[in-house]
């Protein structure tokens, strides 16, 4: 794995150096440490199956702009952060013509009925409740990744 920043400081995690394939772009948004680098970790089991980069941001402000610039695939995004919560994210990706076809998982520890409704509201396409199964992280993002 190879570690660089881009122009704005973020850290970006290219898992592999394949080039046959096109890059699969994952973004990480939540405001606790330990949840994006349990992800990121997670993330790592992929890198042997094709070409894959990892961003995370810290905030759900900061989310919004690295997901203009750097367009990704997928994004997990927290839903209880400062700054600006994933439920507002998401309504804002959706709004965006450039990034409404991206893929969001929001991730909380609120794994209500109420809070699963408010996130499709909010145009989620999946719900992981924390803590989170790392098979299951995997399976998704395999199966979302060959559909891509």
Same mark, same amino acid.
């Given at each position: =794995?190879?570690? %660089?920043? *881009? ?6 995690? %290219? ?12 973004? #990480? ?17 992929? +890198? ?15 989310? !919004? ?9 997928? /994004?997990?995004?927290? /839903?209880? =952060? ?6 507002? /994210? *998401?309504? $804002? #990706?959706?709004?965006?013509? +450039? ?12 794994? $209500?009925? /109420? ?6 509201? %909010?145009?989620?396409?999946?719900? #992981? ?10 399976? !998704? ?8």
């Amino acid at each position: =794995m190879t570690a %660089a920043l *881009c122009d704005d400081g973020c850290a970006v995690r %290219a898992m592999t150096e394949k080039d046959d394939l096109p890059m699969f772009k994952i973004a #990480i948004v939540d405001d606790e440490v330990l949840y994006r680098t349990l992800l990121a970790q997670t993330l790592e089991e992929l +890198e042997e199956e094709g070409p894959l980069a990892v961003e995370e941001a810290s905030d759900g402000a900061d989310g !919004l702009a690295l997901m203009r610039a750097w367009k990704p695939d997928l /994004v997990f995004l927290d /839903v209880i =952060m400062p700054a600006m919560d994933g439920y507002q /994210v *998401c309504r $804002e #990706i959706r709004a965006d013509p +450039e990034l409404a076809a991206t893929t969001v998982v929001l991730l909380t520890a609120k794994g $209500e009925r /109420v809070d699963r409704h408010y996130g499709l509201d %909010a145009g989620a396409d999946h719900f #992981i409740t924390k803590p989170f199964d790392p098979d299951k992280v995997l399976a !998704l993002v395999r199966t979302l990744w060959k559909g891509a």
